[in-house]
């Protein structure tokens, strides 16, 4: 059995239909898929309703890793660095949470301290988690507003 049989079996399974391979394939055939472009307006930051899904596609271009933190010293440090990358006018950054294999019933605290601040923050837009090998279930990437920086330290 040569590659190209393997490859055809694998095709018919039901797997191979949920896999993200096979949906990336599928995106590019129909002329979707566009990988990690993104379309910017001369100031190089995309702005309006349509961007959101650009933004969603696009590389982090900041992170923060919460390895090792303590709840508190999680929620301190989230808060400074969403107000710090919108200063720095930042559209789209990182949080790595970890998942949690560590804790004593397995479950990560640190991510639900995330997902707290990020929604109780007035700096966040939108936030997901990213592809399995960009952090998965460990990780958080978050979509910025613009210009917020001081209406946020009253929270």
Do not use: C
Not at 16 to 44: C, D, M, P, T, W
Not at 79 to 94: G, I
């Amino acid at each position: 059995m040569d590659f190209k049989e393997i490859f055809e079996k694998w095709e018919k399974t039901k797997a191979a239909k949920k896999s993200r391979f096979s949906h990336i394939i599928a995106e590019k055939e129909a002329g979707l898929y566009r990988g990690n472009e993104v379309e910017q307006k001369k100031s190089g930051y995309l702005t309006g309703r349509s961007s959101l899904g650009k933004l969603r596609s696009m590389r982090s271009q900041d992170k923060l890793d919460l390895h090792g933190y303590t709840s508190e010293e999680a929620r301190r440090a989230i808060k400074q660095f969403l107000e710090d990358s919108v200063a720095q006018r930042l559209q789209k950054v990182m949080i790595v949470h970890g998942r949690g294999l560590h804790s004593i019933d397995g479950k990560g605290v640190i991510r639900d301290v995330v997902r707290d601040v990020l929604d109780n923050s007035p700096l966040v837009r939108d936030y997901g988690n990213p592809r399995p090998v960009e952090g998965g279930s460990g990780a958080v990437w978050v979509i910025l507003q613009r210009g917020r920086a001081v209406s946020a330290r009253g929270k």
